[in-house]
């Protein structure tokens, strides 16, 4: 039976992790893959950076230190580390290859799959990563509509029509796009207002739904009325909230039919694969399109995820990373509010956010140092957004829950929320 609490060191040693650091600066261009696992989006100096492995729902670091992961590989790993289906879709389907010269029955049977528990999905096509997925789905939208501008709601990805104000992306791209947010019911009525006053020109929203309010059927039902009236495709960003909201994501729980659904991260749980999906009046224009990608048909991440998906499908995953969630948000919210601390955790149950202030800025300085102080008790947390897997169990979510309350108490000691507003 795997261990389930991370055996904890009062002093937390990370020598190895500062050492690599130091060779990555010269080495790896903008220090790591992703920029949401650089050390500065954590507890700089107080934070692992390497991890070296993972069992179920514990990783170890390159110090030899063990904590409980919540950050779950960015939200990829599903299953946990290491999970049994995982392996042995790998290790069976080794031995055929990793790519071949021509299309593999692998890449039918998963659609297949993947067609059967997405709502609206009658034909998929399978990319790397999401950033990938919405961008062929935009310009699948805007081939379909004869439109060219789109909405943009929540983080879809680093391509260039999504970040448009970073540098390097010529400046005549924010032409196209309409950054719109929604992290307010304030917010939800001026995209509404905008896709009726464009109409004539948007050929896509692209929503990602906002993780520190959980929006309603009805807002969800406005946006696919709206989008319906003034012939704009609704695409659903679903590499997040795919295969953990329900086990048809999204739109399943909200009750709402998206036009295309964009997937990832959760699809192969780990494995790198992405899709998009759609009824085939829509998808089927895709092939009059220049969307090409070799590593699309890659056999061991379409292996992985049609097990994954089969196994979302048999067992209570769903259910369980619901509860799991439930049972810390309550846990910790009520030892918050015993202590008159402004830390609340918001959002979906499977997707917790624990936020401190509204002011992201604000937030962010007091949040790092709560990271800080749960890595010293063996839990590793994101800043904002955090998930549940399908291992992680009741005894390692209590540990966390009293991890946080003597977090709390010694920031509290600390004097760290003297200044600090209670978010609203």
Known sequence: MAKELPIIN???????????????????????????????????????????????????????????????????????????????????????????????????????????????????????????????????????????????????????????????????????????????PADEHPILDLIASHNTVLAAVVLSVPYNRTLTAEFMEKIRTACTANNVLLVMDEVVTGFRLALGGAQEFFGVAADLVSLSKGIAAGMPLSAVAGPTKYMAEMEKLQVSTTFGGEMLSLEVCDAVLKEYQRSDYIEKIAALGLRLKNGVNQISANLGTPLQVVGYDPIPMFLFANNLQEHAKIAEKFLAQMAKRGVLLRREVNFICAVHTEAQIDFTINAVKESLLAMQTDGVFTSLATPA
């Open 10 to 184: 009062t002093t937390l040693n990370l020598e190895k992790s500062f050492a690599l650091s130091a060779k990555s600066q010269q080495l790896v261009a903008g220090f790591t893959q992703s920029m949401m696992k650089k050390p500065e989006q954590f507890a700089p100096g107080h934070f692992p950076v390497y991890i070296e492995q993972g069992e179920g729902a514990l990783v170890t670091d390159i110090d030899g230190n063990q904590y409980i992961d919540f950050i779950c590989g960015l939200a990829a790993n599903t299953l946990g580390h290491n999970h049994p289906v995982v392996v042995k879709a790998i290790t069976e389907n080794l031995t055929k290859g990793l790519i071949h010269s021509l299309p593999t029955p692998v890449e039918v049977r998963t659609a297949e799959t993947l067609s059967q528990m997405i709502p609206g999905a009658e034909m998929v096509r399978f990319f790397k990563t999401g950033a990938d997925a919405n961008s062929a789905a935009v310009r699948l939208a805007r081939f379909i509509t004869g439109k060219e501008q789109i909405v943009t709601v929540g983080y879809n990805g680093w391509h260039d029509q999504y970040q448009f104000d970073t540098p390097g992306v010529p400046k005549s791209i924010q032409q196209l796009t309409h950054r719109m947010p929604l992290f307010t």
